[in-house]
């Protein structure tokens, strides 16, 4: 069985910075692609920004230029770096991960809130 937990979602006030964590755990064999998406209320799911096994990443127009995805291949673990933060990216975010686990699946952690506030 395969886990994704997130952490590091909070309340912050416009400008402010935020780090997302979020580690795979369980029966890993492989992990392809990890991504970030949100969701806003009344919105659809969105892609914030993805990356490949080997780096290469895929920000959205939205927030290219103060968010940065990183992750740590050894730990299984993704980071979202959200700098000036705004009051539209207020959202639950969504940890993805394609694991190799029995055979390839998509897997979602529970989702973490960010609200930004003034």
């Known amino acids: 069985q395969v886990h994704l937990v997130e952490s590091g979602g909070g309340l912050v006030q416009p400008g402010e910075s935020l780090r997302l964590s979020c580690t795979a755990s369980?029966?890993?064999?492989?992990?392809?692609?990890m991504a970030w998406h949100r969701q806003a209320p009344g919105n659809l799911r969105e892609l914030v920004a993805g990356?490949?096994?080997?780096?290469?990443?895929n920000i959205a127009d939205s927030v290219r230029g103060r968010f940065t995805i990183s992750r740590d291949n050894d730990r299984n673990t993704v980071y979202l770096q959200m700098n000036n933060l705004k009051f539209e990216d207020t959202g639950v975010y969504y940890c993805?991960?394609?694991?190799?686990?029995?055979?390839?699946?998509?897997?979602w952690g529970q989702g973490t809130q960010v609200t930004v506030s003034s």
């Open positions: 993805y991960a394609e694991i190799l686990s029995g055979s390839w699946n998509d897997y």
């Open positions: 369980g029966n890993i064999a492989g992990v392809s692609a």
């Open positions: 990356i490949s096994n080997g780096g290469s990443t």
